[in-house]
């Protein structure tokens, strides 16, 4: 009995397809950078708002999210959104925004992207905004960058994201039902290579790929003994014959 090599190759690309990275514990938004935008360096700018800022260089943070329950009002959701700033953006490409949290603290999450101008022209995100920027307006605004001399303005491709937090539990205990606690989450601003597939994925695919030589390498390793064996048993029947 002869074994084709090529054979194997579906058996091989099956099992590659198994294997998928985790995804637990992560809600994401994949969006489109637009266009950049002349955006204010002397007051009122986006720094006075004291968010924070994600850029593809300073690509992740960790941060408390304040959560509600699905039930609250309308009102007390203004109150429970987390705003951040996306700059320095590279307008057309894709990016993926992730969240990434704890099994221990179940959530729920709503993630938006908006331009400026579509926060600016809706009341409920400004005052939602606004809302925000005031409960941080005490806190430095250490991290951000300081504004050039001499310049009055910049241009950059930015967009504002809402997050919206909702503690997904149920429990005996009265005061965490009505005062659940912030959870604890990476904030992660992804690029899309080619506007194919997301940078942090590239090790993932060069491990694939290297299973994948390797398994083939293997798989024609095993053919060939598999072939060798069934030809000298075949040889030794003829002989017996």
Known sequence: MIIDPSSLLPIVALLLATIQPAAANTEKAIFIAPETVNIPLKGPSLDDLNLHVITPSAWS?????????????????IGSATWLLLDQLTPGQRYEFRVCWAAIQPTDFALNVYELDTVWDTPELIQSLAEYANLRRPSSKGGQESSPEGQEERKSSVLLLHIQAYADYFTDNASLMKDPPPVLADLILDPYLYNVVPRSLLPTIGYLVLVGMVAWFV????????????VTAETSTKKRN
């Open 219 to 230: 798989a024609r390793s095993i053919a060939s003994k598999l072939q060798a064996i069934a």
């Open 61 to 77: 943070i960790r941060a408390n999210l304040t959560r509600v329950f699905h039930a609250v009002t309308k009102d007390a959701l």
